[in-house]
């Protein structure tokens, strides 16, 4: 029980940390997205 305890702990640690990760690489994403949008509208 213990055991199941820990991996479901690392689990969501990973699935934390993949999260974070995954939010970084979306705001850069949108960062080009408008930067590309704001030269067109020039």
């Not at 689990?11 to 850069?28: I, S």
């Amino acid at each position: 029980n213990q055991q199941m305890q820990q991996f479901q702990q690392q689990q969501q640690q990973q699935f934390q940390q993949e999260t974070q990760v995954y939010q970084r690489g979306n705001g850069a994403v949108l960062r080009n997205l408008e930067t590309q949008i704001g030269q067109i509208a020039k």
